[in-house]
C-alpha cells in the first residue's frame, strides 16, 4: 500500500482544511487509516482514525469536535476535513494504515501502523 497526502496549506484561524490521502494498492480496502500530525519539537500525534469499512471512527481529545474522518472505499480515498482551527493545529499531517481484520479496533499508536504517507504541511495564523 502506498499512500500520498494532500491539502496541507496556510489558513487563518478558525478555517476549514479538508486533506486527502490517496492510495494505491489492492489491499486498501482492507486497511485501517488513520491521521497524526507532529509539530516542532513535539512527538507524533494521533489525530483521527476509521475502521477499514468506515463505520467506526475515532478522534483524538484535542481535535474532537472539530475534525472529522472519512472515507471513499471506491476512490481508494481518506479524508479529515478540519474546521475551527486553532494556531495549535499547525504540524505536519501524515496519514497511515493498517491493514486489519474487520472487528479489530482502531489503535491509535504510531508503531501500529504498517504504511505511511509523506506529509502534508498545515499552518493556521492567528
Known amino acids: 500500500v502506498q499512500l500520498q497526502a494532500s491539502g496541507g496549506g496556510l489558513v487563518q484561524a478558525g478555517g476549514s482544511l479538508r486533506l486527502s490521502c490517496a492510495a494505491s494498492?489492492?489491499?486498501?480496502?482492507?486497511?485501517?487509516v488513520a491521521w497524526f500530525r507532529q509539530a516542532p519539537g513535539k512527538e507524533r500525534e494521533f489525530v483521527a482514525g476509521i475502521s477499514r469499512s468506515g463505520a467506526n471512527t475515532l478522534s483524538g481529545s484535542s481535535v474532537k469536535g472539530r475534525f472529522t474522518i472519512s472515507r471513499d472505499i471506491p476512490r481508494k480515498t481518506v479524508y479529515l476535513q478540519m474546521n475551527s482551527l486553532k494556531p495549535e493545529d499547525t504540524a505536519v499531517y501524515y496519514c497511515?494504515?493498517?491493514?486489519?481484520?474487520?472487528?479489530?479496533?482502531?489503535?491509535?499508536?504510531?508503531?501500529?501502523?504498517?504504511?505511511w504517507g509523506q506529509g502534508t504541511l498545515v499552518t493556521v495564523s492567528s
Open positions: 494498492g489492492y489491499t486498501f480496502s482492507r486497511c485501517a
Open positions: 497511515a494504515a493498517l491493514q486489519t481484520i474487520v472487528s479489530a479496533p482502531l489503535p491509535s499508536t504510531s508503531g501500529a501502523y504498517d504504511y
